[in-house]
């Protein structure tokens, strides 16, 4: 707290480390409320997106056909779960450094 809020505070008769505390309980309180329905909105957005889409993708999780660079599995993994949860920004950057990595790969082969 300043100088000057401080001053102002005194001069009203109010505490202001009591002031203090309670504009922290009130800010707390808020943010709690905002994350309890962000939570909430997330949770129904990802069920909802999960139940649509995962019948469609769910042989890609099973058992991907690799027989060369296994160590992209993983990488091949996340993207097919960010396509099943509708995250398509984050599918398509990690399609990128998926596709970099494995074209580094193929000319460190070849």
Known sequence: ???KTR?????Y???PE???IE?????EERYNN????????LDSLFKKAL??????YKHYLRNPRFYYFT?????IGEIVKCLITESHTAAITLTNHFLERILKLALIQK
Do not use: V
Not at 34 to 40: H, R, T
Not at 51 to 56: A, K, M, Q, T, V
């Open 71 to 75: 160590d992209l599995k993983s990488t």
């Open 23 to 27: 504009n922290r309980k009130i800010i």
């Open 13 to 15: 008769g109010i505490n």
């Open 1 to 3: 707290m300043d100088e």
């Open 34 to 41: 905002i994350d309890s329905e962000n939570k909430a909105f």
């Open 51 to 56: 139940e649509e889409n995962f019948e469609h």
């Open 18 to 20: 009591e002031r203090e």
């Open 7 to 11: 001053e102002i505070y005194e001069k």
